[in-house]
């Protein structure tokens, strides 16, 4: 028996490389934040700095968002958008926390209201997209 790989119908093609280039920046940004938490022997980077890098690579992504926008996808496309719109917002409060907070506890839960919507939302569309092949 031979399995032939599922993918995506070709007017599909082109909106999912979009959403795949978008992700993996995403990704890069949040590992960059990550990389920046005081959890180790090495002084990090200044958490501020990797707040800022993802939120400049989110207000980038959320200037591309419509081009991934698809009927198929409405409804996790929105949780993309809502997502990012939260990110965003929750930005200030982590940057006052990183700038003023000598407690750890503060500032994780500061950098996780930042960064878990984006989570969440990009693997609904993922898994949305998923369901696409054929």
Request: glycine fraction near 4%.
């Amino acid at each position: 028996m031979i399995f032939r790989r599922r993918s995506l119908p070709p007017d599909l093609a082109g909106p999912y490389a979009v959403f795949t280039s978008q992700v993996q920046r995403m990704e890069e940004a949040r590992s960059a934040l990550m990389s920046c938490l005081p959890v180790g022997r090495v002084d990090p980077a200044p958490v501020p700095v990797g707040l800022d890098l993802l939120d400049d690579t989110l207000q980038a992504i959320s200037a591309e968002l419509d081009e991934w926008r698809i009927p198929e996808l409405v409804k996790e496309w929105t949780l993309c958008e809502e997502a990012i719109t939260e990110s965003r917002g929750n930005m200030a409060r982590a940057h006052e926390v990183a700038r003023t907070s000598e407690e750890l506890e503060e500032l994780l839960a500061a950098v996780e209201d930042v960064d878990e919507p984006l989570g969440y939302a990009f693997q609904q569309a993922e898994l949305r997209w998923r369901t696409l092949k054929r």
